[in-house]
């Protein structure tokens, strides 16, 4: 158990309906990444937050948003959902922000999400 | 810019036989390598870590990689598999600079064989 929770564990929505993933990290991280996982494109980088703030953009689409709060949970927003949008969505949390993607993070178990 | 190519993307073993799972990085300076495990419908647990600390890194499990800089490798060992090692592996890089984020590879899916 990597201290990292995902919540729903599965999500089965219809296109164009839009949905929330979220995510507490482990306990003393600031920082908390958010990854897609899909056959076709492997694991990707979404986007990371830091204390609250954005940190880093990865290959999000614009449908896609995120956010990080105070108590430092944050949430994956997905909206006007396409079939394509079907995928495994990992949350990562470390402990601060090192260069050079030094530091260790942690995986959730991650949303598996299928849009019918 | 930073860059993982995993040369395999299925290796098969027979139990109690060694395992090598193969790893090429590019990178612009001294990178950040990792590896991670994932096992069926499981999220990713690292495996080990090389920061320039020691070439040699030992992982979990009785894993380790070793890195070689003339030759970008970053290739991840097990003297004996085990018919629990049966996963999927991802070799990954830091992205560097002011970003955290890492670059995964496209995984090495290993079979163990009884």
């Known amino acids: 158990d990597s201290g990292v929770t995902q919540t729903p564990k599965h999500l089965i929505t219809a296109t164009g309906q839009r949905v929330t993933l979220r995510c507490s990290p482990r306990s003393g991280d600031l920082s908390v990444y958010w990854y897609q996982q899909s056959l076709d494109q492997g694991l990707q980088f979404l986007i990371q937050y830091y204390n609250g703030e954005e940190r880093a953009k990865g290959n999000i689409l614009e449908r896609f948003s995120a956010q990080q709060f105070p108590d430092l949970h944050s949430e994956l927003n997905l909206s006007s959902l396409e079939l394509g949008d079907s995928a495994l969505y990992f949350c990562?949390?470390?402990?601060?922000?090192?260069?050079?993607?030094?530091?260790?993070?942690?995986f959730g178990p991650g949303t598996r999400l299928l849009v019918l | 810019a930073q860059s993982v190519t995993q040369l395999d993307s299925h290796v098969s073993v027979s139990e109690g036989t060694p395992v090598l799972l193969r790893c090429n990085y590019s990178s612009s300076y001294s990178p950040s390598l990792f590896w991670y495990v994932q096992h069926p419908n499981k999220g990713l647990q690292l495996l080990l870590k090389y920061t320039s600390a020691a070439t040699l890194v030992k992982g979990i499990n009785g894993f380790e990689a070793e890195f070689k800089k003339s030759e970008t490798s970053f290739h991840l060992t097990k003297p004996s598999a085990h018919m629990s090692d049966a996963a999927e592996y991802f070799c990954?890089?830091?992205?560097?600079?002011?970003?955290?984020?890492?670059?995964f590879g496209k995984g090495t899916k290993l079979s163990v064989k009884p």
């Open positions: 990954v890089v830091g992205k560097g600079g002011s970003q955290g984020n890492l670059i």
């Open positions: 990562a949390s470390s402990v601060g922000v090192a260069s050079g993607g030094q530091e260790t993070q942690y």
